[in-house]
């Protein structure tokens, strides 16, 4: 699929909280766009043509719209144009770009996504993908590392996989969690290293560096080999 520009208004948005938000665009012009789970958006932000790039959260079983999940920074460019943003304005999109894409057909025996902050926005794209379209029987089991409990959002979404869809299992990973925090605490290789790692499982990364690199040694130690480790970072 060419990367082509749309023309695309935004029709919604919700405040998750403070630091995150989600918006959703209508295609305008073209009215349709096909896309791969995974795939960003490049948008226009500024006067002087800077883009920024945002992965598509929505599933990608959506022709005429897409969503992206934004985590608001103060000094960020485009995340600040995204706030100030009207309902029905208009935005120069170029897409579908990126090849952090689900392979198919290869032998893996699960699946595994571990995100952090942001980095769960291709993921929530591919997991909706998987389950309700492909019909994916494999284990899928989600990790998706959080500073604080306050930051969490689409955990009823998540759990709702959960219930429907008995090869899916969530672990939400808080940093800081308070003392009566009943999962996952510390980081995400924290709850890696006391879960048994599948050594034949297909590896999704998406995150900061650091996370992405100590991921990377930690199941690369357990035996998981490096082609079926998939990753892509953020700054």
């Not at 023309?7 to 909280?17: E, M, Q, R, S």
């Amino acid at each position: 699929m060419k990367p082509q520009r749309f023309i695309a208004k935004l029709t919604d948005k919700t405040d998750f909280n403070e630091k995150f938000t989600k918006y959703v665009f209508e295609l305008d012009h073209p009215n349709e766009m096909e896309f791969e789970s995974g795939q960003y958006v490049s948008i226009t932000v500024d006067e002087h043509g800077d883009r920024r790039s945002y992965s598509i959260c929505s599933n990608s079983d959506t022709k005429h719209s897409f969503e992206l999940l934004i985590e608001h920074l103060p000094d960020g460019v485009g995340s600040n144009f995204l706030r100030n943003l009207k309902f029905g304005e208009e935005v120069d999109v170029l897409g579908p770009l990126g090849r952090f894409t689900l392979i198919h057909g290869d032998d893996c025996e699960e699946l595994v996504f571990v995100a952090t902050g942001s980095g769960i926005a291709p993921f929530r794209s591919m997991i909706l993908n998987l389950l309700q379209d492909v019909g994916e029987k494999r284990p899928i089991t989600l990790y998706w590392g959080l500073r604080y409990v306050e930051d969490l959002f689409w955990e009823n979404e998540f759990q709702d996989l959960v219930e429907n869809y008995e090869n899916f299992k969530f672990h939400p990973v808080i940093s800081r969690a308070i003392e009566e925090w009943p999962l996952c605490k510390g980081r995400v290789t924290d709850c890696l290293q006391v879960h048994d790692v599948p050594i034949k499982g297909g590896y999704y990364l998406c995150g900061s560096a650091k996370m992405i690199d100590d991921v990377n040694a930690l199941i690369q130690e357990r035996g998981v080999s490096k082609e079926d480790i998939h990753f892509e970072k953020f700054n």
